[in-house]
């Protein structure tokens, strides 16, 4: 598995930006977490106005108008999991449809009341993640995450991929905890225990707790994301997905 070599001190960077996302080399998305505030922050039209060839991801339920408002409900039972209290694990997003997004803006329009700590965003880009299980020699995570295995997407047809890409960023992310992957069970209990590794690492993990107005925005092919408990049920996000097509 390969990636470029000047990845590793860029990609924990969690940078705080106003104005126009042009003010942002395109390239810096694979490899930072971009924090803006402002009204329209984080919003399909705010990023299309400036990254011409932005195209909203809109082929999924939740996503038909471009954004999917989520409002945390009591119930934990709630069909989908970021709608939940608990805590919301690593993950990539739309693993599971034929063309994963590559961007992702979380947009906070009511933060958790929660005390500090509540209902923080974490990433952890994926360059890190391999670097730390060869550092740990961890080499039967890492053949989980690279080896080919057919994926039962949410239309129910099958396509065969890997988890991680190789090299990082050539393909989407497919990282997702429930189901569509077919694995035997001593694989699912690494990927267990990567996703449980990765709550742990937390000299990996960029942190932020959003506030109203701000949003944060990321490539969906290159960082895992989660989200820790929400103490509430006040707070709602809306989330907006997209692709930057050459133009
Ligand atoms: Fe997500």
New binding site residues.
Partial sequence: MTHPPDLSSACRRLLRVGGPLREVHPAHAETTVLLYSGPDAGTASHIAASWPGFEPFTRHELYRSGTYRCEIVLDDTAPYS?SRKAP?RF????ALVQEPPQI?S?RCLVPDEGPPGSATNIFIHVADIVQRLRDSDRQDILRMLSADRPVQLMDGTVVVAPMLANPLGSAPLRIFDRVGWQMAGYERALLEELLNLCDEWFDLQVRVRLDAQDAAIFS?WHFL???STCASTTRVTE?SLGFLRQR
Avoid: G
């Fill in positions: 970021a919301l993950h990539s997003d739309m992702s979380i969906n994301h989660s989200r989330i």
